[in-house]
C-alpha cells in the first residue's frame, strides 16, 4: 500500500510559505518560525510581495519566481485568492499543497464553489492537496513542522484528524511525555487527501508502529472498508457524531457526513479497529499499541505499595475481562525474605510503605515467569522507579501519588520507550486492546444485592402475604396432588400454569418446577407427575408439600419489583425488566429507604428498557402509576416486616391498566 505520490508532504527537500509574515503571531509567521526551528534540512522559501526578507530568508513576489525546484508549498492567505496560488503552484512543478487558509466548504455554498475551483486547479496540475481548513502536516523524522505548535520529539504514532485542535491535543500529550509522534496531519476540508490515503500512507512508513485517527465522517466508505481489511498495524479511531446532535454538528463542521454510528460500530469489529470513546482514551490506546507488549494471555499480577490503587485496577481488570489470578504457592515461597514479614502474599501484591526500588526489582524478577502481565503500581515517591522497569518487558506501569520523584522518574521512563499511566483504570483499560478477545475472560459485572435469608415462604403463603398488603397477584390455589390439582384447574378453567411450592427451592425454573399453558385434565396429571420427578432428582432433600395452580394471566410487560436488606445500608428496593434474564442483563435501577413516590417515578424511568414501558409497535403505555404503588408498598412492607430479607417479585405483569404479581419469592432472616 505504498503512497509514493504523499512523499513530498513528508520529505521535501524544499518549502513555499505562501503567505508567509513578518508579523508576530500570524499564522504565516509562526509557520515559517516552526520550519526554522524545528530544523528542516531543506531550502524553505517565505513568499509575500511586500517583504523583501522574513526571518532572515530571502521573500519572493511568487511561487513561480523560486529560481529551484519547490517540493510542497505551504498556503496561508485569503481563499479567494487560494485557487490562483495553487494554479502557479502548478507552473512551477510543485507535487503537493498544505492549504491552511479556511472560508471553503465549511463557510456555506460561495465556500463551495471556491473549494471546487481550488480542486479543479490542483486536479489540472497533479497537484495533491491537503485540506483546506486545516493545521499542517508535522513529521518530526524528517524534521519538518509545517503546522503549530512546534513539536519536535520523535516516536511511533502517527495522527491523522479531521480536527486541528484534537491533533493537536494528541501531538501535545504526547511532546509533553516525551514519547512524541511518527506524523501528524490534519485533515480539514478533505477536498483531496483523505483518512484512507494517509492510512495507506503510514501502513508503508518504517517510522510509524500505530496509526491513529480522528474522524467524524468517512469520505469513501467502500475505500475505507477495504484498506482495513488490508490493514497489518493497528489503527485507533476516535469517531464522532455518535449522536443525533453529534452528527448534525459534525456535518456542519467540516461537511462531513457522518452517517450512522451502529454501522461504523460493526465495521469496525468486524476489522479489529480499536475504538475510543473518549480523548483521553484515543491517546492511551494509541500509547499502549505503540509502547506495550501484547500479552501472551489474559494472567496478571499486581505489584504495589498502594493498596487503595491495587483494589481500583483489580476492578478495572475484571471490568476489561483479565485474570487476577491467585499468587502460586511456589512464587510465594521465593518471596520469603523479599517483602516485609507482614506484605500479604496475594494478588494484588502489597509491598507495603517499606518498599523501594530494588524490593520492587527483585520481586518483578522472581514473578515475571508466572503471569502473563506485570501491573507495576508505584504509589509513592519511588527514587529510581526507572531503574526497576524494562522497555518492551511484560510490564504495566502505573505511577501515581509520588508527587516530583514520579514526574521526574516517568519523564526517565518515557525517554527510554517504557509507558506510563497515570491511573490504574486508564492504564489497564489499555492494555486490554491489545488482548484478543477470545483471551479474555468474561467481564466482571458490579456486585449485585444477595439473598442473605434462611427461610423461604412457599409460593402459595407468600402470594397469600402479598394479597394482605394490597397486592394484585394471579389467582391461584395450593394442590398437594394431581387430583386437587385438576379440580382447581377446573374451576379456574384451563389454561393454566404449574408451579412447585417448596421453601427449600429457590429458582424454581431451573429444576423443572414451572409449567405454562396446560390446556387439560390430562395434560396436568402428566405435568404434575413428570415436574415431581424431575425437581426431587434435583433437589433430593428438599421439603416439596406440593404445588401451586394459577391461572394463565394476560400477555403484558414483565418487570421485577423486589427489596433486598443490605447489611450495610439496609432496604434497598429494586425495578427493572423481568422474567429469567433479569440476573444476567441487570436492567434494573436501585433506591435506599426512604422512598418517595417522585423517587419511584425517577426509578421506573431510568432503566434502559424505560421506552418499553411507554408504548411501543402500536401497543398502549403501561400503568406508571400502579408500577409506582407497587414500589411503595414494597417499601412500607420493608419497614414494617424487619424479619424480611428478600422480596422478589417476578414476573410482575404490567398493563395499561393496573399490574398483577404472577410469581413471587420472600425470604426471612
Known amino acids: 500500500m505504498a503512497r509514493d505520490d504523499l512523499w513530498s508532504f513528508f520529505h521535501p527537500s524544499s518549502v513555499a510559505v505562501i503567505g508567509a509574515s513578518d508579523s508576530a503571531g500570524k499564522l504565516g509567521h509562526e509557520i515559517l518560525k516552526n520550519l526554522i526551528e524545528g530544523g528542516f534540512p531543506g531550502a524553505l522559501y517565505p513568499i509575500n510581495p511586500k517583504a523583501e526578507k522574513i526571518l532572515g530568508l530571502t521573500c519572493f513576489k511568487n511561487v513561480k519566481d523560486i529560481p529551484d525546484q519547490v517540493d510542497m508549498a505551504v498556503v496561508i492567505i485569503p481563499a479567494r485568492m487560494v485557487p490562483q496560488a495553487v494554479r502557479d503552484c502548478g507552473e512551477k512543478g510543485v507535487k503537493g499543497a498544505v492549504i491552511v487558509t479556511g472560508g471553503f466548504s465549511e463557510a456555506g455554498p460561495e465556500g463551495a464553489k471556491l473549494q471546487e475551483e481550488l480542486v479543479r486547479a490542483a486536479s489540472n496540475y497533479d497537484i495533491r492537496l491537503v485540506g483546506p481548513n486545516c493545521q499542517g502536516v508535522n513529521n518530526p523524522h524528517h524534521p519538518m513542522c509545517a503546522s503549530w505548535p512546534l513539536l519536535t520529539r520523535k516516536g511511533r504514532v502517527a495522527v491523522i484528524s479531521q480536527s486541528g485542535t484534537v491533533g493537536a491535543a494528541m501531538m501535545d500529550w504526547f511532546s509533553v511525555e516525551e514519547l512524541g509522534v511518527s506524523s501528524f496531519v490534519s485533515l480539514g476540508n478533505r477536498a483531496d487527501i483523505d483518512e484512507v490515503d494517509l492510512i495507506e500512507y503510514f501502513e508503508g512508513d518504517p517510522n510509524t508502529k500505530v496509526i491513529a485517527v480522528y474522524i467524524e465522517g468517512i469520505k469513501d466508505p467502500q475505500r475505507f472498508g477495504n484498506v482495513l481489511s488490508t490493514l497489518s498495524k493497528p489503527l485507533v479511531v476516535l469517531k464522532s457524531g455518535r449522536t443525533p446532535g453529534g452528527r448534525v454538528a459534525a456535518e456542519s463542521h467540516t461537511k462531513s457526513l457522518a452517517g450512522a454510528d451502529a454501522i461504523y460500530a460493526s465495521l469496525f469489529r468486524r476489522h479489529g479497529v480499536c475504538r475510543a470513546e473518549t480523548i483521553e482514551e484515543f491517546f492511551d490506546f494509541a500509547k499502549g499499541f505503540a509502547y506495550l507488549k501484547p500479552p501472551s494471555g489474559n494472567r496478571i499480577l499486581y505489584i504495589t505499595t498502594s493498596g487503595g490503587s491495587a483494589i481500583l485496577a483489580t476492578d478495572a481488570a475484571e471490568q476489561e475481562g483479565l485474570s487476577v489470578s491467585a499468587l502460586p504457592e511456589e512464587l510465594a515461597a521465593q518471596l520469603e525474605g523479599v517483602i516485609p514479614p507482614h506484605a500479604i502474599r496475594s494478588n494484588p501484591l502489597d509491598l507495603t510503605g517499606d518498599a523501594n526500588a530494588k524490593m520492587f526489582q527483585e520481586v518483578i524478577q522472581r514473578a515475571r515467569p508466572y503471569y502473563d502481565t506485570l501491573g507495576i503500581i508505584f504509589g509513592d515517591p519511588i527514587l529510581d522507579a526507572s531503574e526497576v522497569v524494562t522497555p518492551e518487558a511484560n510490564e504495566l506501569v502505573i505511577f501515581l501519588g509520588g508527587a516530583e520523584v514520579e514526574r521526574a522518574e516517568r519523564m526517565k521512563m518515557h525517554q527510554h520507550g517504557i509507558p ?6 486508564r492504564g489497564v483499560k489499555a492494555l486490554a486492546q491489545l488482548i484478543p478477545p477470545k483471551s479474555k475472560a468474561r467481564k466482571a459485572q458490579t456486585t449485585f444485592p444477595v439473598a442473605s435469608g434462611r427461610v423461604q415462604l412457599g409460593l402459595y403463603e407468600g402470594l397469600q402475604f402479598l394479597e394482605s398488603k394490597g397486592f394484585d397477584c394471579i389467582i391461584s390455589s395450593f394442590a398437594d396432588s394431581p387430583g386437587k390439582a385438576v379440580h382447581l384447574a377446573h374451576r379456574m378453567g384451563f389454561p393454566v400454569s404449574l408451579k412447585v411450592d417448596s421453601p427449600d427451592i429457590l429458582h424454581k425454573s431451573d429444576c423443572g418446577g414451572v409449567r405454562l399453558n396446560i390446556l387439560s385434565a390430562l395434560e396436568l396429571r402428566s405435568a404434575y407427575t413428570q415436574m415431581m420427578e424431575r425437581v426431587r432428582s434435583h433437589h433430593p432433600q428438599a421439603r416439596i408439600p406440593g404445588v401451586v395452580v394459577s391461572a394463565m ?29 433479569v440476573e444476567v442483563l441487570r436492567d434494573v435501577s436501585m433506591r435506599l429507604l426512604p422512598l418517595t413516590r417522585d423517587d419511584a417515578l425517577e426509578m421506573i424511568n431510568e432503566i434502559k428498557g424505560a421506552p418499553l414501558l411507554k408504548g411501543f409497535r402500536g401497543r398502549r403505555p403501561v400503568d406508571q402509576e400502579a408500577l409506582v404503588d ?28 393496573g399490574m398483577v404479581v404472577v410469581d413471587s419469592r420472600i425470604l426471612k432472616a
Open 420 to 425: 506510563v499511566f497515570p491511573t490504574p483504570e
Open 553 to 581: 394471566a394476560s400477555p403484558g410487560l414483565e418487570l421485577i419489583l423486589g427489596m433486598n436488606r443490605d447489611p450495610q445500608f439496609g432496604p434497598v428496593i429494586i425495578f427493572g425488566l423481568g422474567g429469567v434474564t
Open 630 to 657: 407497587g414500589l411503595l408498598k414494597i417499601a412500607r412492607i420493608a419497614e414494617e416486616h424487619e424479619d424480611i430479607v428478600e422480596i422478589d417479585l417476578n414476573p410482575v405483569l404490567a398493563y395499561a391498566e
